[in-house]
């Protein structure tokens, strides 16, 4: 499957990695919309919230469970915003489910 974030955490794409375990991997954006702004991803493919079931719901909640650590290690003490967009309307352009975390300023109220 030609995917891009299959890729990166592949290591035959290379990215800034903060991150990675057993489930979940993490890397900087390379268009970052904040100051800090950092992708999560399971390992495996998963192709965004829609694809979330019973039989992957173990291994989203341990990516879930990643990004309160980066956001330490980020230093966003003061909050953060965490983001995953699905599908066409909502603009996902990689099909692989990613969280963005983003961070370091007060960030916009509009959401969208
Ligand atoms: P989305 O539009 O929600 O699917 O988010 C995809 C994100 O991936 C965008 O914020 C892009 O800037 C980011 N992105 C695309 N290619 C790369 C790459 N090679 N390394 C890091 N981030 C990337």
Redesign the pocket.
Known sequence: MDC?FCA?IKGD?P?TKVYEDEYAYA?????P?APT?V?VVPKTHIASIDAVSEENADTVAHVLAAIPKIAAAEGLVNGYRV???VGED?????KHL?F?ILGGTKLSEKMA
Do not use: E
Not at 27 to 31: A, E, K, L, S, T
Not at 90 to 94: A, I, L, N
């Open positions: 891009l990166i794409i990215s890397f900087r954006d390379i268009n919309a702004h992708l983001v995953s967009n909502g603009c996902q352009s990689v990613h963005h």
